[in-house]
């Protein structure tokens, strides 16, 4: 998605080899990268970009052992975990499934915001907000009732991709991110009227009881692994009859799985569990890739919920 992270050790010596190492690692010679990588935790034991790339490193050499152990010391020299090294042992079983640290979305995103909409709408083919745009309409119909709504929240707003799609439809948008530098461009649109630098569940967590009559999420619970806190929030924050609509990318079977772009996939089983459990009404539930990766669709979810 972005460029790596990169946190200096503070050691001019330990930084150069870092970049030695890096440019051997996409050399293709590992082996030497990962000697290279070693020097530098060495001369900086606290260097959690050269344990993260040595984590990634010994993976790709097929040794998981000395890769966990790469990423325990990336995790323990950076605890809020901006490198995602967490996720890495997430994916290896050797941590159980959770959603990643707002460290790790927040410098993801923070990195990504200058070539956001050109590496997702040009190079993957991002249609996640047409799709929403759709869904709601359909469910609207669905109802007899008119596709306008007085206020709306866009969780994960990103760039302003989703209140650019449903802009004529909406008095009122509210755009909520983790992200500074993303929402530095939703701010540039003049779309919104308020904009909070939060993660999804604090910033409805924030916001009055029945105060939106629509909430938006685009490919935004790709970073939750568990969706009930997240699905309570909108059950309060919903007027009665009110919509939630979002995107995620889909597994097979009942549960979620952790991808290796490390985004959850939910299951179409569990999604219409976890909707219930939270007291909303599933109106539209569908099959629908709203990204591709490796030049094919990702398998994916479009869902609509009401407030009963």
Same mark, same amino acid.
């Given at each position: 998605?972005?460029?790596?992270?990169?946190?200096?050790?503070?050691?001019?010596?330990?930084?150069?080899?870092? #970049?030695?190492?890096?440019?051997?690692?996409?050399?293709?010679?590992?082996?030497?990268?990962?000697?290279?990588?070693?020097?530098? !935790?060495?001369?900086?034991?606290?260097? %959690?970009?050269?344990?993260?790339?040595?984590?990634?490193?010994?993976?790709?050499?097929?040794?998981? #052992?000395?890769? %966990? &152990?790469?990423?325990?010391?990336?995790?323990? @020299?950076?605890? /809020?975990?901006?490198?995602?090294?967490?996720?890495?042992?997430?994916?290896? /079983?050797?941590?159980?499934?959770a959603t990643p640290s707002p460290g790790y979305v927040q410098a993801l995103f923070d990195q990504y915001a200058p070539k956001f909409e050109t590496a997702l709408v040009d190079g993957l083919g991002y249609r996640g907000p047409a799709i929403l745009f759709k869904a *709601?309409?359909?469910?609207?119909?669905?109802?007899?009732?008119?596709?306008?709504?007085?206020?709306?929240?866009?969780?994960?707003?990103? !760039?302003?991709?989703?209140?650019?799609?449903? @802009? @004529?439809? %909406?008095?009122?948008?509210?755009?909520?991110?983790?992200?500074?530098?993303?929402?530095?461009?939703?701010?540039? &649109?003049?779309?919104?009227?308020?904009?909070?630098?939060?993660?999804?569940?604090?910033?409805?967590?924030?916001? /009055?009881?029945? /105060?939106?009559?629509?909430?938006?999420?685009?490919?935004? %619970?790709?970073?939750?692994? #568990?969706?009930?806190?997240?699905?309570?929030?909108?059950?309060? *924050?919903?007027?009665?009859?009110?919509?939630?609509?979002? &995107?995620?990318?889909?597994?097979?079977?009942?549960?979620?799985?952790?991808?290796?772009?490390?985004?959850?996939?939910?299951?179409?089983?569990?999604?219409?569990?976890?909707? @219930?459990?939270?007291?909303?009404?599933?109106?539209?539930?569908?099959?629908?890739?709203?990204?591709?990766? #490796?030049?094919?669709?990702?398998?994916?979810?479009?869902?609509?919920?009401?407030?009963?």
């Amino acid at each position: 998605m972005a460029a790596r992270l990169f946190m200096s050790s503070g050691n001019l010596l330990a930084d150069r080899r870092f #970049d030695f190492a890096r440019d051997l690692q996409l050399r293709g010679d590992l082996a030497a990268a990962a000697t290279l990588l070693e020097q530098a !935790t060495e001369l900086a034991p606290a260097f %959690v970009s050269a344990w993260f790339t040595l984590g990634d490193i010994r993976e790709q050499l097929g040794e998981a #052992d000395r890769a %966990v &152990t790469a990423f325990r010391a990336a995790l323990a @020299a950076d605890p /809020s975990d901006r490198h995602g090294a967490a996720l890495r042992l997430m994916r290896m /079983s050797e941590r159980p499934l959770a959603t990643p640290s707002p460290g790790y979305v927040q410098a993801l995103f923070d990195q990504y915001a200058p070539k956001f909409e050109t590496a997702l709408v040009d190079g993957l083919g991002y249609r996640g907000p047409a799709i929403l745009f759709k869904a *709601v309409l359909a469910a609207r119909n669905a109802v007899r009732k008119p596709a306008f709504f007085r206020r709306a929240i866009d969780l994960g707003c990103g !760039t302003g991709l989703v209140a650019r799609a449903f @802009a @004529a439809q %909406v008095d009122s948008f509210i755009g909520i991110d983790l992200s500074p530098r993303m929402v530095e461009k939703s701010h540039a &649109t003049g779309l919104y009227a308020q904009l909070d630098i939060a993660d999804m569940v604090q910033g409805l967590a924030a916001r /009055s009881e029945a /105060s939106a009559d629509l909430i938006l999420a685009a490919d935004a %619970v790709i970073y939750l692994h #568990d969706l009930a806190p997240l699905l309570r929030e909108v059950m309060r *924050v919903l007027v009665p009859g009110g919509l939630f609509a979002f &995107t995620a990318e889909s597994c097979s079977g009942e549960g979620i799985s952790l991808g290796a772009g490390l985004r959850y996939a939910h299951s179409a089983l569990y999604v219409r569990k976890a909707v @219930a459990s939270a007291g909303l009404t599933l109106c539209h539930l569908d099959e629908v890739s709203a990204r591709d990766e #490796d030049n094919m669709p990702v398998p994916g979810l479009v869902a609509v919920a009401t407030r009963p």
